[in-house]
């Protein structure tokens, strides 16, 4: 849903072609299955399109080709920092510290698995940060600013931290916690 949404951010401010946005899971267990269901329905009555996204699992080599990884929660978060070499570690950060949701630490909670209402509340506090997340990138990407600067991909971006990423992944457990359990 992440991934969905920030996109739509990214369209809207004009960014679009300046930043490069993907996500996976910690998990392998839906690796090619389409996003769950409930996912796509709390999306699509929001207006956003969900049915292109296909699960897949996170790389420890995408983190050279990442500047910024946005993991949901801590635990994601975890496994990510346990992928990283210690220089990349300040890259990997939580979503919703970036976004500015300090109600919730933070933490984006995985809903899979629970009712409607869990979804919603799942998307309010991914829409509530990702205009967070998008109006920093902007910043960065205004001439006048001193900080951004192009990387050779022409794309640039901004952790938390203010410092010059090139991609954005986010991370989630791309399902429920048991291999094998129904997308």
Do not use: K
Request: with cysteine; aromatic share 4%.
């Amino acid at each position: 849903m992440a991934e969905t949404v920030l996109r739509a951010f990214l369209v809207e401010a004009g960014l679009d072609g300046a930043v490069s946005l993907d996500s996976a899971g910690t998990g392998n267990w839906n690796i090619g299955r389409p996003m769950y269901s409930q996912a796509r329905a709390v999306l699509a009555s929001r207006g956003h399109d969900g049915s292109g996204h296909r699960a897949r699992q996170f790389r420890a080599s995408w983190l050279a080709q990442r500047d910024l990884v946005l993991a949901m929660d801590t635990d994601n978060l975890a496994v990510l920092r346990r992928l990283a070499r210690p220089a990349d570690s300040d890259r990997i950060r939580l979503f919703g510290e970036v976004g500015g949701l300090a109600q919730t630490d933070g933490e984006i909670p995985d809903p899979y698995g629970g009712n409607a209402a869990e979804f919603d509340y799942v998307l309010d506090l991914i829409s509530t940060a990702a205009p967070v997340i998008i109006a920093r990138l902007a910043q960065l990407l205004e001439p006048a600013n001193p900080a951004s600067v192009s990387s050779a991909s022409g794309d640039v971006v901004s952790g938390a931290s203010d410092d010059i990423v090139s991609g954005i992944s986010s991370a989630g457990r791309c399902g429920p916690d048991r291999p094998g359990a129904p997308a």
